[in-house]
């Protein structure tokens, strides 16, 4: 009796080949069936059900779970904390002076996202609740989507869409294949086709299905939507045969079928696991330098606190130190208080000023600046200028955190295919062998198309050149992986390409191929179908030809080529590759290779995007090498993708040159306009692209990134193999620095002929080595830094050949560098996806190379041209709508918590408030908060039009300019003059005790509301000067504001509501207005507080006006000129002071 140890030697493997070598795996039983008698053992696997949740709370979990995701926040907790203290000790200010505001903050954001996770839960149930036909016993029955579980066999029909992830095991199509859309995934909306496996294709009833015996082993869910490991092994008579299964076998959850009756698939990954939501999984959260500012400023006006807390318990006690002071016989201690340590006395008087004085630190800040983001983002998407009507699509905001970052971008890194082009290809021209052939060609004034317009530049091939012709267009009509969408009504009949040509055309996910097959049928070769595993296509005679495709070698990124393998009718085998000239050449081993190389370079620096093409004859014996090295590939679960690569290498070799394309890739609409306004705005623009040298080159200056007097340097792979990268680098880096030390680029004017423009041209290869970490035993270490200079003084930088790993490395390198710049990168395809999360502002382009970019970006538009407007406009107004924001906040801060600590110089230092407690509360949440909230969303000190046509305006708020710490402290000291004005100002008003007509007193509570009154005005003035754009909202909210405090005043004061008498401020408000010198004395002090800064103003614009500033005076001055009012005329009227 023989022991089967396959399962132990297999479990043996798993865990001796090291993590690094096993990919862990689940293995799947098809319909839930046990393998056979002597497979591998049947160990049933525990998978998650078919369940979505996108939500983030349960009804248990939400309350401590959102409170504990808010007191996260510092400032929430800083406030709970001060306010816990006001609950435990004695303190001068009521609990509900410090509770109320932030209770209100943390109620109003749980429910806002408690409203937000409530419609991810209907929208969550709605989807887990879809019904779903599923094959059980031979019979379809109905389940809802979540009680799918992985094994189970479903029924999809047309139009429906896939409930988890699936592996095609047949459909209603002979071929085995079916068409899906991805558009919800990816955003891609072509037809893609997906293969059913081969030896279940035939499968299609619900019986004959569930006759299938097989299990599939897999990898573990893994987020990659383009890559899928797995084999199934299918029993039959109790043998198993294995067949790979990949990307193409992988129908998603999300996607949708197209074109197909009906399909029948098996379960792999469900609910959570699924590719669809492993992609849900949140970005890192990027922060703005607006945040960061915010922050430190936060850190210095704690400091401050602390420091007044600390000054006022030390002077306390230094008052105290006299027995009489201590101890007055109207506030005599308790026998408790007497016995308590001074030390604890000192702690406990120690927070309660830093009760008194909490109000400093505005937390009302944080939700007044969210308010703002979130709402000053639908400026974006609101915006007619950045809504394409080709698309039907408009600008998209993902993430409002960053709206401010626009004004502050120092470097943009923009990909060049689908981003400054079009991305809509276009067949100019072909090579074979070095005659050129152009469809369409004009000759003598016509234009003549088809096989008439071949050969118009060189002599025409002899008869051994023709046979080689036809081999390079059968090439191209081969290679490929095109498919032909058929229209199915056409005056009622169902239309084939050669029946009716116009009622077909090609679909691919890569622009190239479809132009190539286009411009194939313009030369007399026309690509049909592939029905059956036959490629059809019509040559010139109209006859068709037929092929037998034998092996799919798929294009990739690193190899820069793809393959196939087909079968001719008279039984030769042939491999066709096509790809970029440097995958190609170098394994060349015959052809005319320097006539089409030139070809190659000379349609290169035209611009055109250039593809070599080469064949190799395959005898029996080396196409069965050839099947046993790409299914031993295939099949593995382990390194596939690095087995498939070697395989791929060891085929693709001892190629005969047959020729080579050239696409056109047309500029975008004002992509040249748009890069030449983000220079003049002081951004240095670079193109990472994977494109060659030349024809990236060619883009560079069509689209104005390189000037006719840009001087270019050259960091590549050819200049470094003359010379070694040492001496190559400190080349370059004396050339920049000469220059740069007798004219800094600061100085010099990008439109300036007498300006030496420099611009690199740096390659992959070199960018490697650049980068590569420095060796003891070189002297490299430095080359990194050297790179950089050379970077920092060249306006523009292009980087050819490009990875897409090397594209987000080249942004990281620069936001680390010294400067710490601002970074935008902006792309349209899944190769831009690393770069866009790796700057601190993700750009996607709605393109056509799917929604990747989009999906991970964290703004999208649909064409470059947007950028510009996105950028300058409301960038600029973004930054100097939040900068003032936030220095307003803290300014109005001081002047309202500064007064109350000169009062405790006056009171003893016994932490009597100066304000009412209903005062306290307001200041922040009512009387001032508003007006500032509608500032930072409507004001535009300069017309938008002009932002647009004088874009240097960018430089003027670049770099931080308005939250740098000089201008920080202005605000500050600002406030503190405000404060110290109006409490002395108040004070000295106050000396005459006989300040009332009828001769009586005010007391405390009456000092404190005028000091209070004279405070909401100024702050509020401060901003109504600031304002330079002014609508009905403007004026509504401010005037609103302090006739809402007047009213309230009164209110509380009892006059308005009498039930309210009981209370310290009965009629202290209307007694205060009584009283003439105390209206003299607020306007006064009103006055008083904000003369300086309006001299300021006026000194600073006459003596060092900004450009701004100079733009503002120059629109007033027009303005006043009737024949010029409509040139400058908005909406509204405007102040600009």
């Known amino acids: 009796m023989g022991v089967d140890f396959s399962a132990l030697r ?76 006001q609950l435990i000790i004695d303190t001068p200010t009521s609990p509900v002076t410090s509770g109320l505001p932030l209770f209100f903050v943390i109620i109003v954001t749980a429910i806002k996202q408690g409203y937000e996770d409530w419609l991810r839960h209907k929208a969550d149930k709605a989807v887990n609740q879809c019904p779903v036909s599923v094959i059980q016993r031979g019979k379809k029955i109905k389940k809802e989507s979540f009680r799918i579980t992985v094994g189970d066999v479903v029924f999809v029909k047309e139009d429906e869409t896939f409930a988890c992830d699936l592996i095609l095991l047949s459909s209603s199509r002979d071929d085995g294949t079916c068409f899906v859309t991805t558009a919800s995934l990816d955003g891609e909306s072509s037809h893609k086709t997906y293969y059913a496996v081969q030896d279940t294709k035939a499968f299609r009833t619900e019986e004959e299905v569930d006759s299938i015996h097989a299990t599939i082993e897999c990898e573990q869910p893994q987020p990659d939507l383009y890559k899928f490991v797995g084999r199934i092994n299918i029993y039959m008579d109790n043998e198993a045969v294995a067949r790979p299964l990949g990307s193409e076998n992988v129908l998603l959850r999300g996607a949708t079928l197209k074109n197909t009756e009906f399909i029948y698939a098996v379960a792999i990954y469900t609910g959570m696991e699924t590719k669809m939501a492993l992609n849900y999984q949140s970005k890192s959260q990027k922060r703005s ?55 604890i006395r000192a702690f406990t008087d120690f927070l309660a000023f830093m009760v008194l004085f909490n109000y400093i630190i505005p937390v009302s800040m944080y939700v007044t600046v969210e308010m703002q983001k979130f709402l000053g983002s639908y400026f974006i998407m609101w915006d007619d200028d950045m809504y394409d009507e080709e698309l039907g699509e408009g600008a998209v905001v993902n993430t409002s955190d960053l709206n401010e970052e626009l004004g502050q971008v120092e470097y943009v890194f923009t990909d060049k295919t689908g981003t400054l082009t079009e991305n809509n290809m276009e067949f100019i021209e072909c090579c074979v062998d070095g005659h050129v052939y152009v469809p369409d060609a004009i000759c003598n004034g016509q234009v003549l198309s088809g096989a008439a317009a071949m050969d118009m530049i060189d002599t025409s091939p002899g008869p051994g050149g023709r046979e080689r012709e036809e081999l390079f267009f059968r090439a191209l009509c081969l290679c490929h992986t095109v498919q032909v969408k058929e229209e199915e009504t056409v005056d009622g009949i169902k239309h084939g390409i050669h029946q009716g040509k116009s009622a077909s055309f090609y679909i691919s996910s890569s622009p190239d191929e479809v132009a190539l097959v286009e411009g194939m049928k313009k030369l007399g070769f026309t690509y049909l179908r592939l029905k059956d595993g ?35 009718a008279s039984g030769d085998i042939f491999l066709f590759c096509k790809g970029a000239d440097s995958s190609i050449l170098p394994r060349v081993i015959s052809g005319k290779v320097d006539e089409v190389k030139a070809r190659v370079e000379h349609n290169a620096v035209e611009g055109l995007r250039t593809l070599c093409v080469a064949y190799r004859p395959l005898s029996p014996e080396q196409h069965q090498e050839v099947c046993r090295l790409l299914s031993g590939a295939k099949l593995a679960l382990q390194d596939r993708d690095k087995r498939l690569s070697e395989a791929y290498e060891l085929v693709e070799k001892d190629l005969i040159l047959l020729g080579a394309t050239a696409v056109e890739d047309r500029l975008q609409e004002q992509a040249a306009d748009t890069i030449e306004s ?59 620095l000469r220059h740069h030390g007798s004219m ?52 523009a930088v292009l ?27 902006i792309g349209d395809g899944a190769n831009d996806v690393s770069m866009i999360l790796e700057a601190h502002v993700g750009i996607g382009i709605m393109g056509k190379e799917g929604r990747q970019a989009v999906r991970n970006s964290d703004y999208a538009i649909p064409k470059f041209k947007h950028l510009k407007k996105m950028l300058l406009v409301h960038g600029h107004y973004y930054y100097i709508r939040i900068s003032e924001l936030v220095q307003y906040f803290f300014y109005k801060n001081v002047c309202f918590i500064f007064p109350q600590f000169l009062y ?66 202005y605000w500050t000291v600002l406030g503190v003059y405000n404060a110290i004005v109006m409490f002395f100002g108040t004070y000295f008003l106050f000396d005459n005790t006989t300040f009332t007509s009828n001769g009586q007193m005010f007391g405390n509570w009456t000092f404190g509301t005028l000091v209070f009154t ?82 300021k103003k006026v000194i600073w614009r006459a003596l060092w006006p900004t450009i701004t500033e100079r733009i503002q005076t120059k629109r007033r001055c027009l303005a006043s000129e009737p024949s010029t009012i409509f040139m400058l005329s908005q909406t509204s009227s405007r102040i600009s002071f």
């Open 678 to 736: 983000l220079h003049k705005a002081g951004m240095k623009v670079w193109v990472l692209t994977g494109d060659k040298m030349e024809t990236a080159a060619a883009t560079c200056y069509a689209s104005r990134l390189f000037r006719r007097n840009t001087q270019i340097l050259e960091l590549t792979t050819k200049r470094v193999e003359e010379q070694n990268l040492h001496d190559v680098l400190f080349d370059l880096s004396r050339t920049v």
């Open 1014 to 1095: 004279v405070l909401v005005f100024t702050v509020t003035f401060k901003l109504v000067l600031d304002t330079h754009y002014w609508t009905w909202i403007n004026h509504f909210v401010i005037w609103g504001s302090l006739v809402f405090f007047v009213l309230f005043s009164l209110l509380w004061g009892g006059i308005i509501w009498p039930f309210l008498n009981y209370q310290r401020m009965y009629y202290v408000f209307m007694q205060m207005l009584s009283s003439g010198p105390a209206w003299l004395s607020i306007i006064l002090l009103i006055t008083a507080s904000l003369l300086p800064d309006v001299v």
């Open 744 to 795: 800094t680029r600061d100085n010099c004017s990008s439109l300036s002929n007498d300006c030496t423009d420099y611009g690199l041209i740096i390659d992959g290869a070199t960018l490697s080595a650049v980068m590569r970490p420095p060796q003891e035993d070189l002297n490299s270490g430095s080359y990194k830094e050297i790179f950089l200079e050379i970077c920092r003084n060249c306006s």
């Open 904 to 969: 405790q110089f006056f009171c003893g230092f016994s932490q009597q408030p100066l304000y009412d407690t209903a005062y306290l509360t307001l200041y922040n949440i009512s009387f001032t908060s508003l007006p500032i909230l509608v500032y930072s969303l409507m004001e535009q000190h300069i017309n938008m039009d002009i932002l647009k046509k004088d874009p240097s305006l960018y430089k003027d708020v670049a770099k931080n300019s308005l939250l740098r710490w000089p201008t920080f402290i």
């Open 10 to 85: 297999t479990l043996i493997n798993r865990y001796c080949a090291g993590e690094e070598n096993w990919v862990d795996s689940r293995t799947v039983y098809i319909g839930h069936k046990e393998p056979p008698p002597g497979a591998d053992a049947f160990i049933q696997q525990r998978f998650p059900d078919n369940r979505v949740v996108s939500s983030k709370y349960t009804f248990w979990n939400f309350i401590p779970k959102n409170m504990f995701e808010q007191f996260r926040r510092v400032a929430n907790f800083y406030f709970l904390i001060i306010f816990l203290v």
């Open 289 to 343: 330098a607006v945040e960061k500012s915010m922050n430190s400023y936060l850190v210095v006006y704690l400091c401050i606190l602390i420091s007044k807390a600390l000054i006022n318990t030390v002077l306390k006690y230094i008052w105290q130190a006299d027995p009489n002071k201590d101890e007055p016989w109207y506030n005599e201690r308790t026998e408790a208080q007497r016995q308590r340590h001074i030390l």
């Open 799 to 825: 980087c050819c050949r490009m990875a897409p790993l090397q594209k987000a490395q080249i942004v990281k390198m620069i936001k680390a560098s010294k400067e710490h710049p601002i970074t935008l990168a």
């Open 534 to 568: 036959q490629m059809e296509i019509l040559n010139r005679e109209d006859e068709i030809e037929r092929f037998e495709l034998l092996e799919v070698l798929s294009f990739d990124s690193v190899r820069r080529r793809m393959s196939v393998i087909v079968r001719a």
